[in-house]
């Protein structure tokens, strides 16, 4: 498995609900590289999505604890076992781990490498990824050219599993 994410300079990912940033070069990652396999998300996560709905071409699995929960197009599990149990159906396919917080939290002990688009800035968050630098089991392996959109730096890094 496999998470993707972006992340502020002190690892902030979002506040109220949302994201902090909107970089359209980060979309377009996320959208190619997850499209065709599997993401994993939790049901507030889903619920940002435009019209709430899961992302087209690809398998979405919705982590919530509401037993009556349904969404056209979206498996649910209740638990972090369920899913996995889940997605040993697709065992073919990379699996993304693709938020929030607390779903990221749950599933990276599971994942092998983390796709984070680092945003060179701080920011006021309530919603943080692990700080995968000061994790002695992560090691930075690639760090992309830096870019910039409307006055914010950014760049694509890897992060492995030792």
């Not at 982590?63 to 349904?70: C, Q």
């Not at 599990?77 to 065992?91: C, N, R």
Request: hydrophobic share 40%; with cysteine; net charge negative.
């Amino acid at each position: 498995m496999q998470v993707i994410v972006a992340a502020a300079e002190n690892w902030a990912i979002g506040k109220d609900g949302d994201l902090l940033w909107h970089i359209p070069e980060d979309m377009k990652f996320f959208r190619q590289t997850t499209t065709g396999n599997v993401v994993v998300m939790g049901r507030k996560t889903l619920d940002s999505f435009p019209g709430g709905k899961p992302l087209k071409n690809r398998i979405n699995l919705v982590l919530t604890k509401n037993r009556g929960f349904f969404r056209e197009g979206a498996l649910t599990a209740g638990s972090v076992e369920k899913a996995l149990e889940i997605l040993k159906d697709y065992g073919s396919q990379q699996v993304f781990i693709a938020g929030g917080g607390h779903i990221y939290r749950e599933f990276l002990p599971f994942c092998h490498t983390a796709y984070v688009t680092r945003v060179y800035k701080d920011f006021e968050a309530d919603t943080f990824f692990p700080d995968l630098d000061m994790d002695p089991e992560w090691e930075l392996s690639f760090v992309g050219e830096r870019m910039e959109h409307e006055g914010l730096a950014f760049a694509f890094t890897t992060y492995k599993r030792k």
